[in-house]
């Protein structure tokens, strides 16, 4: 598997326990929908390793105790910590045309209602009060706040993201 092919889950956090277990921080937005997770790849040396899973429990603040087959000591489960988790980009479930995967709209164009184009998407900063579009126009950052109602439609095809930014907002940045 290689990375291209994935998306990133997050990161092996901390021990869990002296058994081998281990704290998998889940970077998604609703760790509950990853609970009956059978495996997951680890980036180790620069490729993706398969990890089966033996047990999973989803703790507070997006944490999961898991339990990989073949890690049964601290020392074993010593070598994931801080590795990155990815999920192969397959098994993500199909979304409307007004949803979109954080990772899937990088370097998209943004096309707002009433201004066009402002730009291309560089990352999406995924806060858990107000999670933001940044976007990058003519060398300056624009930051759009994600709320229901700004997606207007994804195009996939074009890489285009159709947007219904509140009246003002997209003036403060091109000003």
């Given amino acids: 598997m290689l990375i291209q092919d994935c998306y990133y889950l997050g990161i092996i956090a901390k021990l869990h326990g002296f058994k081998g277990e281990v704290s998998l921080f889940l970077d998604v937005t609703n760790p509950k929908e990853y609970k009956d997770l059978s495996s997951l790849y680890l980036e180790i040396d620069g490729g993706l390793t398969p990890f089966f899973i033996e047990g999973f429990k989803l703790k507070n603040k997006g944490f999961a105790a898991i339990k990989f087959e073949g890690i049964d000591s601290e020392l074993a489960a010593k070598r994931l910590l801080k590795k990155k988790a990815y999920l192969p980009l397959r098994v993500l479930p199909q979304l409307d ?79």
């Fill in 97 to 175: 045309q007004s949803s979109f995967y954080d990772h899937e709209v990088i370097d998209y164009q943004v096309v707002d209602n009433l201004k066009g184009s402002i730009g291309n998407v560089i990352n999406i900063i995924d806060l858990s009060s107000n999670p933001l579009l940044q976007i990058e126009f003519n060398g300056k950052e624009v930051l759009i706040p994600i709320f229901n109602g700004l997606i207007e439609k994804v195009d996939r095809k074009n890489k285009v993201l159709y947007i219904l930014a509140p009246e003002g907002l997209i003036d403060l940045y091109l000003n």
